[in-house]
């Protein structure tokens, strides 16, 4: 078996961030934010992160850049955080979790109708492996399931799937970093989000202290941060390995439950955590990667420019 290059295993420790951030994001909401506000949240997630990265990058779509932004961001941002809200808000326990950890097995669907890539029997076992062990972590007790919530989950899933595999296939436009391409997905989907929040629950809510640090935390850490170094590893690995590195973020959210919340973890939670962890290494294994990171390299270092020299970039 041929050796995987150092530096393709850095770009997917790297990436693997963005998901594990995202696995604090339940305990950053039930503990800081205010409750019953998931459109708020979503917006005050997105849209500041977003105009924030258009202020440094000082960088615009341009011609059929501005569909494809809007696109991505809808997919990504815009349809997603919304569902993602509210499936947690209407589902038991850890079903949201649970629809959610089907991702890999959408991204290797829609890349095989989109990318032309034909998933491997193995590509197929390992995703379901990962989610079934998924739902050993966060699948407690039986409740009824909530129809809505099944739909929204499952819409939030396929919208971030989607996206994924759209943002491998559409690249970026040349001299654009993925910082550039982050800010305008985070501002569209906010954009898309606000009439939605103002509509739905009205006038923001008084904010605490807490909640004042809990939001900067989604916006700055959770999301601005988290999503660019997403995008940055979409374009240098493979759909699937990016789709493969999505069970990280339910793991870590029970991790977090158990180490800063004081929720138990039974053998057969840690038993779950093993497999799904396991399979989202198997997810990795595989070729085509070390040589979108060879291809890549030379942009990636002029894109880690964007933070220093913005007024250069036109």
Same mark, same amino acid.
């Given at each position: 078996m041929a050796t995987r290059p150092h530096g393709t295993t850095a770009v997917i420790a790297v990436t693997a961030l963005a998901p594990v951030s995202w696995g /604090?994001?339940? #305990? +950053?909401? /039930?503990?800081? &934010?205010?409750?019953?506000?998931?459109l708020f949240t979503a917006l005050l997630r997105a849209l500041p992160a977003g105009l924030l990265l258009l202020a440094v990058t000082r960088v615009l779509p341009r011609g059929a850049w501005w569909a494809k932004a809007a696109v991505l961001g809808a997919l990504n941002i815009g349809a997603f955080f919304p569902l993602l809200f509210v499936a947690a808000y209407r589902l038991p326990g850890g079903m949201a979790a649970v629809v959610g950890s089907a991702g890999p097995l959408f991204v290797v669907g829609l890349s095989a109708l989109l990318l032309g890539q034909r998933p491997a029997p =193995? /590509? &197929?076992l390992t995703g379901l492996a990962a989610a079934f062990g998924v739902s050993l972590v966060v699948l407690k007790g039986a409740g009824a399931l909530d129809l809505v919530g099944v739909l929204a989950a499952l819409a939030s899933t396929v919208s971030m799937a989607a996206g994924t595999v759209l943002t491998? =296939?559409?690249?970026?436009? #040349? !001299? +654009? !970093?993925p910082l550039a391409l982050t800010g305008w997905q985070l501002t569209a989907g906010g954009l898309l989000i606000a009439p939605l929040a103002l509509l739905a629950e009205g006038a923001p809510p008084a904010l605490d202290g807490r909640a004042v640090g809990g939001y900067l935390y989604l916006a700055l850490a959770n999301t601005a941060l988290a999503y660019w170094l997403w995008f940055r590893g979409i374009g240098r690995l493979t759909a699937t390995q990016a789709g493969f590195l999505g069970p990280l973020s339910p793991l870590t959210a029970a991790v977090v439950g158990w180490a800063a919340l004081g929720q138990a973890l039974t053998p057969v939670q840690t038993a779950g955590m093993a497999l799904a962890f396991g399979a989202t290494v198997a997810g990795q294994l595989g070729g085509g990667a070390g040589r979108s990171f060879r291809k890549t390299e030379k942009n990636d270092r002029k894109d880690s420019m964007d933070l220093t020299v913005p007024a250069l970039r036109r």
């Amino acid at each position: 078996m041929a050796t995987r290059p150092h530096g393709t295993t850095a770009v997917i420790a790297v990436t693997a961030l963005a998901p594990v951030s995202w696995g /604090t994001t339940y #305990a +950053v909401t /039930t503990e800081f &934010l205010p409750p019953d506000r998931p459109l708020f949240t979503a917006l005050l997630r997105a849209l500041p992160a977003g105009l924030l990265l258009l202020a440094v990058t000082r960088v615009l779509p341009r011609g059929a850049w501005w569909a494809k932004a809007a696109v991505l961001g809808a997919l990504n941002i815009g349809a997603f955080f919304p569902l993602l809200f509210v499936a947690a808000y209407r589902l038991p326990g850890g079903m949201a979790a649970v629809v959610g950890s089907a991702g890999p097995l959408f991204v290797v669907g829609l890349s095989a109708l989109l990318l032309g890539q034909r998933p491997a029997p =193995r /590509t &197929l076992l390992t995703g379901l492996a990962a989610a079934f062990g998924v739902s050993l972590v966060v699948l407690k007790g039986a409740g009824a399931l909530d129809l809505v919530g099944v739909l929204a989950a499952l819409a939030s899933t396929v919208s971030m799937a989607a996206g994924t595999v759209l943002t491998k =296939r559409w690249g970026r436009p #040349a !001299g +654009v !970093g993925p910082l550039a391409l982050t800010g305008w997905q985070l501002t569209a989907g906010g954009l898309l989000i606000a009439p939605l929040a103002l509509l739905a629950e009205g006038a923001p809510p008084a904010l605490d202290g807490r909640a004042v640090g809990g939001y900067l935390y989604l916006a700055l850490a959770n999301t601005a941060l988290a999503y660019w170094l997403w995008f940055r590893g979409i374009g240098r690995l493979t759909a699937t390995q990016a789709g493969f590195l999505g069970p990280l973020s339910p793991l870590t959210a029970a991790v977090v439950g158990w180490a800063a919340l004081g929720q138990a973890l039974t053998p057969v939670q840690t038993a779950g955590m093993a497999l799904a962890f396991g399979a989202t290494v198997a997810g990795q294994l595989g070729g085509g990667a070390g040589r979108s990171f060879r291809k890549t390299e030379k942009n990636d270092r002029k894109d880690s420019m964007d933070l220093t020299v913005p007024a250069l970039r036109r």
